[in-house]
T-cell receptor, first 110, second 115 residues
Framework: GEDVEQSLFLSVREGDSSVINCTYT??????LYWYKQEPGAGLQLLTY?????DMKQDQRLTVLLNKKDKHLSLRIADTQTGDSAIYFC??????????FGKGTRLHILP | DAMVIQNPRYQVTQFGKPVTLSCSQT?????MYWYQQKSSQAPKLLFH???????NEADTPDNFQSRRPNTSFCFLDIRSPGLGDAAMYLC??????????????FGQGTRLTVV
């Protein structure tokens, strides 16, 4: 079946690193994505990783993929107040479909 | 410049009164999607078009219909909105490479209120 699971909330102090975790069930997923959603806005693609990679780094963002365990994580270094948002994990499966998790709300503490 | 544009941003409709949400894109992408997102839930795929080919999700209610008259535009029609249809509706597009890489570009969404 197709299912993407994430924890719903994460609180992090400004300047610390945030790590958002995700698990998925479809082993045929070829690409996995992280999207960011700010209040009242659509979804913004942050980064993606191909399923034959285990790590991707893009400035403050690091994506780790454990394909064996079907586990994906997003690390945000030096978390800033502007990083406060909901972060969605997503997988692309057959027929150009994209399936989303419920999102993790990241709250930044001063 | 906005690449996926949804109109209106906010829509209020009466219970049972048909409503249409619109989406346009300047990316010339093959695939257009409609997602429904309720509070604290994952965006749920309703259906998508690959060019003119319509792909309905098995659990999408018949109350929801879609039209894609050309590459640039796609419409979501809700024939008889119920209170449970109040949600954010997100339109997205992708190139649809068929190779599994499906970066979707989203519009700002239309928040639908049913009164």
């Amino acid at each position: 079946g197709e299912d993407v699971e994430q924890s719903l909330f994460l609180s992090v102090r400004e300047g610390d690193s945030s790590v958002i975790n995700c698990t998925y069930t479809d082993s045929s997923s070829t690409y996995l994505y992280w999207y960011k959603q700010e209040p009242g806005a659509g979804l913004q693609l942050l980064t993606y990783i191909f399923s034959n990679m285990d790590m991707k780094q893009d400035q403050r963002l690091t994506v780790l993929l454990n394909k064996k365990d079907k586990h994906l994580s997003l690390r945000i270094a030096d978390t800033q107040t502007g990083d406060s948002a909901i972060y969605f994990c997503a997988e692309s499966i057959r027929d150009d479909k994209i399936i989303f998790g419920k999102g993790t709300r990241l709250h930044i503490l001063p | 410049d906005a690449m996926v544009i949804q109109n209106p941003r906010y829509q209020v409709t009466q219970f049972g009164k048909p409503v249409t949400l619109s989406c346009s894109q300047t990316l010339n992408h093959n695939v257009m999607y409609w997602y429904q997102q309720k509070s604290s839930q994952a965006p749920k795929l309703l259906f998508h078009y690959y060019d003119k080919d319509f792909n309905n999700e098995a659990d999408t209610p018949d109350n929801f219909q879609s039209r894609r008259p050309n590459t640039s535009f796609c419409f979501l029609d809700i024939r008889s909105p119920g209170l449970g249809d109040a949600a954010m509706y997100l339109c997205a597009t992708s190139r649809g490479t068929g190779a599994g890489r499906t970066e979707a570009f989203f519009g700002q969404g239309t928040r639908l209120t049913v009164v």
